[in-house]
């Protein structure tokens, strides 16, 4: 694609931190790891952090870390990327699948309430496209009915709600550094927590269940190989020493998207900001007007691919996937998931886009929706 829809942002200094480990005897478990967890805990303003192999792998050492186990339920929107509901069938545990307010894309507290019974354990909140969800309503509906709160802060690094970031709202949050993210380790992940008690035990759990840190022959539990290794932690320090100017400047792409799509008033664009919330902005993601069908979709994104422009039609709610439809007894109603799904469009959207491409970008797909 000659505009894609995301790419990494890596500098002379990431590669020299990397090059740098490399020429040290530390490859795995050592002073980088450290580093990173530091880095991690000093700007989201968390005590602990346990930084992993994946995003996936934090969400699923949450889930056993915190009990859940065969047939407890936990609430998760289906309007989100799928490793949030693999976390919880991992452990034989229930999704339930709640629907979104149509303004932020995130879980509709109402919604979340009226889903809970006898069997809930948890909510996943997760904070979609990097807008935080509304966590004083989440965490008043969590404590009075007594639920865990697992924020997926996956998309959202950096991300403010009322002056505090998010991922240190919850029991637990998590974090991922796949290269499409805000910030990247190649592949990486973390878990932060402000309970001493869940640390220790994802801390074990991430290295096969060991018994005390540093006893590699002792085992407490039945734990997993979900370290990540050195290189990716020296890449994640280097990363996050940049992270305010990376997330201004995503900032600015956002608001010249904004600019050169005012006009077109076949698209939503993203959801108006309340003063509450700070975005962390990780991807651009415009919806058609409900005149538009679900093939008038996929026929913009076929034409801007024929022009090297990559969208993305992100998300497929979780409850459609074959994976997922055959598990659930009866479909679950989810109205606004299933609706806003069909109509988005993401953007290409990464550091180094230039503004002749935001508004290359941007003329073609007005024209491709006024052309249907
Ligand atoms: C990216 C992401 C994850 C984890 O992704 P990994 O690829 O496993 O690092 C989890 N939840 C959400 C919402 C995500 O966007």
Redesign the pocket.
Known sequence: MRIPLSSPDINEQDIEAVAAVLRTPHLSMGPELLGFENSIAQYVGSSNVVAVS??????HLCIRALGISDGDEVIVPSF??I??ANAVRYERANPVFVDIDPKTLNLDPERVEAAITDRTKAIIV???FGVPADMDRILEISKRRGLWVIE?A??AIGAEYRGRKVGTFGDVG?F???P??QITTG???AIVTNSSEIASKVRSLRNQGVAAPGSWLAHSDIGYNYRISEINCALGISQLNRVNEILERRESIARRYDSALASTSELRRPALIVPEIKVSW?VYVVRLDRRFAVTDRDWIFDEMKARGIALGRYFAPIHLQPAYSALLKGKPMLAVTEFEARRTLALPFFNQIRDEQICEVSENLTKLCRAL
């Open positions: 994946s995003g996936t792998s934090a969400l989100a990327f490793a949030v997760v904070h979609t997926d996956c998309e998590t991922a550094f796949y499409n993210k592949e990486g992940g990780f």
